[in-house]
């Protein structure tokens, strides 16, 4: 499975972007979709995550700004980025995972977010 992160780029602080990803299958619905970032330096850390179900889960810092959705027909995962801050400068990268018995776990290549001030 394949996943292709794209939305990514330059934006002033308090401006939007959104961040598609699009799974490479489409004959099984992902358990779970979600969005990571790593600042250089740093370690990588989750952003939001949503279930097939529509269940959603947000970092702390970023409640309220950014918005996690998705597509099961189409695996696709998207995440609205509003009000954005220099401090969400960061490469974002997708994952997907799930399984029960047979758990699966693959990686986009990253899309990179710059806010400037």
């Known amino acids: 499975v394949q996943l292709q992160a794209s939305g990514g780029g330059l934006v002033q602080a308090g401006g939007s972007l959104r961040l598609s990803c699009a799974a490479s299958?489409?004959?099984?619905?992902?358990?779970?979709m979600g969005w990571h970032r790593r600042v250089p330096g740093k370690e990588r850390e989750p952003v939001a995550n949503?279930?097939?179900?529509?269940?959603?889960d947000y970092a702390e810092s970023v409640k309220g700004r950014f918005t996690i959705a998705r597509d099961n027909a189409e695996n696709t995962v998207y995440l609205q980025m509003n009000s954005l801050k220099p401090e969400d400068t960061a490469v974002y990268y997708c994952?997907?995972?799930?399984?029960?018995?047979?758990?699966?776990?693959?990686w986009g290549q990253g899309t990179l977010v710059t806010v400037s001030s």
């Open positions: 949503i279930t097939n179900l529509g269940g959603t």
């Open positions: 299958v489409t004959f099984f619905t992902i358990d779970n």
């Open positions: 994952n997907a995972w799930g399984g029960t018995g047979y758990p699966y776990s693959f």
